[in-house]
């Protein structure tokens, strides 16, 4: 997806291989968004870590860069977390901007 949440082909593909994976990591031209990671319960300790600042322009973009930062059990996780942005549920194309806060959820388990 792009900034401006149209598909491209790139990026459909992607979206169609699955679950999030560690991808290579490219260099940026441009100024990028930086977004400040929330991590929660297991995606915490997945992570090591329960704060990061992490570059995206979008959702997908920040949460495929904590999974290569943070590796393929925490990229495993992330398939069953909820995922919101400023305190709301958001889309993996939304655009992410330098004050944004992305929160990852794990799912909950009562008794």
Partial sequence: ????GQSTPAADARLAAGPLQPRRVRS???????????????AREA??????????A????????????????????????????????TAPNMPV???DEIAVLPPVSGG
């Fill in 47 to 56: 992570a090591g870590k329960g704060r990061d600042t992490v570059p995206g």
């Fill in 28 to 42: 940026h031209r441009y100024h990028v968004a930086v977004a400040h990671l929330r991590l929660f319960a297991s």
């Fill in 58 to 89: 979008t959702v997908r973009e920040v949460l495929e860069e904590a999974c290569d930062r943070y590796g393929h059990d925490f990229a495993g996780l992330l398939e069953t977390c909820q995922v919101w942005c400023n305190g709301e549920p």
């Fill in 1 to 4: 997806m792009t900034v401006t």
């Fill in 97 to 99: 901007g330098d004050d």
